[in-house]
């Protein structure tokens, strides 16, 4: 199984900021990564797949970097309902796909 | 438009049984493979099982060790999730969640709003 691990766990940021947030894969997931954002109450939100493709009306401030092990989720020009937590789950080799522990993104 | 509808969830005592239901909308759901996630209160997201769109092939996560069984009536629409002999453990959101493409990649566009299962005495 491949261990997805995120970090920061939580993280701090101002309005109108840039969030980088981390996903790293216990082995090589080539580009098969995908990011969820997740708000209190609501399902998981596909934002990112392909470690760099925008989901259909996912705006521009998100993107995707990374291949392999070492994958990105950066958020430009942080705005109020950006602040949730935030999942990188691969979907190389399956089963199982396997989801990070999260990140939430919090207002400073 | 697109939309997931789980139920079937509630209080069930250890030892128990409970089915699943999802009821989807909105897209040719025989053509999509379709799974189940679920999500252990303030924890999180952890996949449960993968159904192929035909319903001929399916995979388990390996803690549920066989008392789990997916399937799909593709005639009503409707994904299931047969749970038995369940545990404390087994506490959690259930979502059913469809594959993004026809070709399955295991990744989820669309989710359902969750079914709440809690195993106590």
């Known amino acids: 199984e491949i261990v997805m691990t995120q970090s920061p766990a939580t993280l701090s940021v101002s309005p109108g900021e840039r969030a980088t947030l981390s996903c790293r894969a216990s082995q090589s997931v080539s580009f098969n990564l995908a990011w969820y954002q997740q708000k209190p109450g609501q399902a998981p939100r596909l934002l990112i797949y392909?470690?760099?493709t925008r989901d259909t009306g996912v705006p521009a401030r998100f993107s995707g970097s990374g291949s392999g092990t070492e994958f990105t989720l950066t958020i430009s020009g942080l705005q109020s309902e950006d602040f949730a937590v935030y999942y990188c789950q691969q979907y190389n080799k399956w089963p199982p796909p396997t989801f990070g522990q999260g990140t939430k993104l919090e207002i400073k | 438009e697109v939309q997931l509808l789980e139920s079937g969830g509630g209080l069930v005592q250890p030892g128990g049984s409970l089915r699943l239901s999802c009821a989807a909308s909105?897209?040719?759901?025989?053509?999509?493979?379709m799974s189940w996630v679920r999500q252990a209160p303030g924890k999180g997201l952890e996949w449960v099982s993968t159904?192929?769109?035909?319903?001929?092939?399916?995979f388990y996560a390996d803690s549920l060790e066989g008392r789990f069984t997916i399937s799909r009536d593709n005639s009503k629409n409707t994904l299931y999730l047969q749970m038995n002999s369940l545990r404390a453990e087994d506490t959690a959101l259930y979502y059913c969640a469809k594959d993004k493409f026809l070709e399955w990649l295991l990744f989820f566009d669309y989710w359902g709003q969750g079914s709440l299962v809690t195993v106590s005495s």
């Open positions: 159904i192929s769109g035909n319903g001929i092939t399916t």
């Open positions: 909105g897209f040719t759901f025989s053509n999509y493979a």
């Open positions: 392909r470690a760099s």
